[in-house]
């Protein structure tokens, strides 16, 4: 485990030295939470005239008066922002930090130390997951007290902050960004190319937009049951795609198969 | 003297390939062992297997008083490897590059960063020691990486083609290193393809392809392929007397060229007076009589060449 942490150092002190990544990926999240909020609030004050006539609306936004229903559209649309902010964030860091490595050519003599690979592929997949799920859950937070603070009524506060959407975050959430970071090692055996293997993690947001697109329409109602259950198969997704990827990050694996 | 590295029918195979070939070779304690042989004979194959990166198919090891495959961790601490890349962080400094593989040696901070200043001062890196490797010249990342594997004071070091690509300067410079190595009482496992090097640093020599095909001390290799040989320079022209020499028991493969005789001898020491004898008894003049020295490249052409 000591070694682990030797890696997340090392990984964490990279990361403070790259100052694009770093800006793209930590500082995102809360200028984009922020610009959520600042939306939220002016939903509440100017949309007065809004028209949602024919459009499909989730059961329970029927017969909100068209600020609160602007509020709560706007509120539910960004609170998904904190599904996919663990997506995107360990994709980015844990490509960086493994496939950024197999181009750079020095994981080989990592492996020559007396480090046991399960000790790197954790330093790394922590390097990745730890910050990105302290920025997520901390922009959640922010986003949570936005929503206290301007929603104009008890109902669109109640209608964001579902215990659906908090078992979310707090549960699928990493599983997601763990998901996210086990495929980005699958993907470094063959990729040499960080941004080819984030490109092809991506495809983890088409069941959260998938989730998204269904609540607005009416369609899913997330529920502390089915946040539950999504995090029931999104367990057993991580558990496979951690098998998967820890056989592949083998130190003979990676010597001998990673092209 | 102990063996620092042996190996009985060592064999890596990759999807019924065969890289390494029933390899058995001992290598004595603080000496250098030049492993040579074409690109893809299987040397960083072999190495890799001996520094405990990837396991052999067959076959079994000692390196460094481990068994390889036993404690394959414990192994890898023992050794220090300098792999083909210099595989350095280049936004990290020279120092967090060191200080990094220091701890992953599980060296205790202290005695890391003191082992750090102390190769970086050694290998003439400490004026640049805060600036990112990523600056460097591949002379100074190669002094870079040879001393990540030396921090933790391995006794048996692997080191792959230490001065490729390098300068006249710095591959002096690396060369001079290796030495200071082994008069510390390391032994030192070579890979290179310069083979004035190799017959410069080496105290005995592998060459490989796929499998041993000779090993021995240069001089070794030398004589038995090529068998101990004397140059007479005479005055005149040489070929005159050809069929003198060649009517000595001990002498065989006599050539003339200009003024220059070649012969194999058998046991110069011993016969080279009764050579030069014969000859001047037939009236010649004689100039110079030198040994007749092949060098590593023409054994290395002749056995590589053979199985090429």
């Known amino acids: 485990m000591k070694k682990a942490l030797i890696v997340l150092d090392k990984e964490w002190l990279e990361l403070r030295l790259q100052r694009g990544l770093l800006l793209a990926t930590l500082f995102l999240p809360p200028v984009m939470t922020a610009f959520a909020v600042v939306v939220f609030y002016a939903a509440g004050k100017f949309s007065a005239n809004v028209n949602t006539a024919g459009a499909p609306l989730p059961p329970e936004f029927a017969g909100l008066p068209p600020l609160e229903l602007a509020q709560a559209l706007v509120g539910r649309q960004f609170s998904v922002l904190f599904l996919l902010l663990p997506i995107f964030i360990p994709s980015v860091l844990a490509s960086y930090a493994i496939v950024g490595e197999?181009?750079?050519?020095?994981?080989?003599?990592?492996?020559?130390?007396?480090?046991?690979?399960?000790?790197?592929?954790?330093?790394?997949?922590?390097?990745?997951?730890?910050?990105?799920?302290?920025?997520?859950?901390?922009?959640?937070?922010?986003?949570?007290?936005?929503?206290?603070?301007?929603?104009?009524?008890?109902?669109?506060?109640?209608?964001?902050?579902?215990?659906?959407?908090?078992?979310?975050?707090?549960?699928?959430?990493?599983?997601l960004a763990l998901i996210g970071v086990a495929l980005i090692v699958v993907l470094s055996s063959r990729v040499n190319d960080p941004r080819t293997a984030q490109q092809f993690s991506a495809v983890l947001v088409v069941p959260v937009l998938a989730l998204l697109f269904g609540q607005l329409a009416g369609v899913i109602v997330l529920g502390p049951a089915l946040a539950l259950g999504i995090g029931v198969i999104l367990a057993m997704a991580a558990a496979g795609a951690l098998w998967v990827a820890t056989r592949l990050f083998q130190r003979e694996v990676i010597l001998t198969r990673w092209r | 003297m102990a063996h620092a590295i042996e190996t009985h029918g060592l064999t890596r195979k990759f999807d019924g390939r065969v890289a390494v070939d029933g390899l058995s070779l001992t290598i004595e304690a603080g000496t250098v062992f030049g492993f040579l042989g074409p690109n893809g004979a299987g040397k960083?194959?072999?190495?890799?297997?001996?520094?405990?990166?990837?396991?052999?198919?067959?076959?079994?090891?000692?390196?460094?008083?481990?068994?390889?495959?036993?404690?394959?961790?414990?192994?890898?601490?023992?050794?220090?490897?300098?792999?083909?890349?210099?595989?350095?962080?280049?936004?990290?400094?020279?120092?967090?590059?060191?200080?990094?593989?220091?701890?992953?040696?599980?060296?205790?901070?202290?005695?890391?960063?003191?082992?750090?200043?102390?190769?970086?001062?050694?290998?003439?890196?400490?004026?640049?020691?805060?600036?990112?490797?990523?600056?460097?010249?591949?002379?100074?990342?190669?002094?870079?990486?040879?001393?990540?594997?030396?921090?933790?004071?391995?006794?048996?070091?692997?080191?792959?083609?230490?001065?490729?690509?390098?300068?006249?300067?710095?591959?002096?410079?690396?060369?001079?290193?290796?030495?200071?190595?082994?008069?510390?009482?390391?032994?030192?496992?070579?890979?290179?393809?310069?083979?004035?090097?190799?017959?410069?640093?080496?105290?005995?020599?592998?060459?490989?392809?796929?499998?041993?095909?000779?090993?021995?001390?240069?001089?070794?290799?030398?004589?038995?392929?090529?068998?101990?040989?004397?140059?007479?320079?005479?005055?005149?022209?040489?070929?005159?007397?050809v069929p003198v020499a060649k009517a000595l028991p001990f002498v065989h493969e006599v050539h003339a060229d200009g003024d220059t005789l070649t012969m194999q001898v058998d046991d110069p020491d011993l016969r080279n007076p009764d050579l030069v004898d014969a000859l001047r008894g037939a009236g010649a003049r004689i100039r110079y009589v030198e040994r007749l020295q092949h060098s590593l490249e023409d054994v290395y052409l002749r056995l590589v060449g053979g199985h090429a």
């Open chain 1, 102 to 175: 197999k181009r750079e050519r020095t994981l080989e003599p990592v492996l020559a130390t007396p480090i046991r690979t399960w000790e790197l592929l954790l330093g790394k997949m922590l390097a990745s997951l730890i910050p990105a799920l302290a920025i997520t859950l901390g922009a959640a937070a922010l986003f949570v007290i936005g929503i206290f603070a301007f929603a104009i009524t008890d109902r669109v506060r109640e209608l964001i902050v579902t215990p659906g959407w908090v078992l979310a975050v707090i549960v699928d959430t990493p599983l």
């Open chain 2, 44 to 241: 960083t194959t072999t190495v890799r297997m001996l520094a405990a990166l990837i396991s052999p198919t067959d076959g079994d090891a000692i390196v460094a008083g481990h068994t390889l495959g036993v404690d394959d961790t414990a192994l890898r601490g023992s050794v220090g490897i300098l792999t083909e890349q210099p595989g350095l962080y280049d936004r990290l400094s020279a120092r967090q590059n060191l200080r990094y593989f220091a701890r992953l040696y599980d060296l205790d901070p202290a005695r890391a960063d003191a082992q750090v200043d102390r190769y970086l001062h050694l290998l003439e890196l400490w004026d640049r020691r805060d600036e990112p490797v990523g600056t460097f010249s591949k002379g100074m990342r190669q002094k870079l990486a040879i001393a990540r594997a030396l921090l933790h004071e391995p006794g048996v070091v692997f080191l792959d083609e230490p001065t490729a690509a390098l300068d006249p300067e710095a591959a002096r410079t690396v060369r001079d290193f290796v030495k200071g190595l082994k008069a510390e009482g390391r032994t030192i496992f070579l890979t290179t393809h310069n083979l004035p090097e190799a017959d410069e640093l080496c105290d005995s020599i592998g060459i490989f392809q796929r499998r041993l095909l000779r090993m021995g001390s240069p001089s070794e290799l030398r004589a038995g392929l090529f068998g101990a040989g004397t140059i007479v320079r005479v005055v005149g022209d040489a070929a005159r007397y």
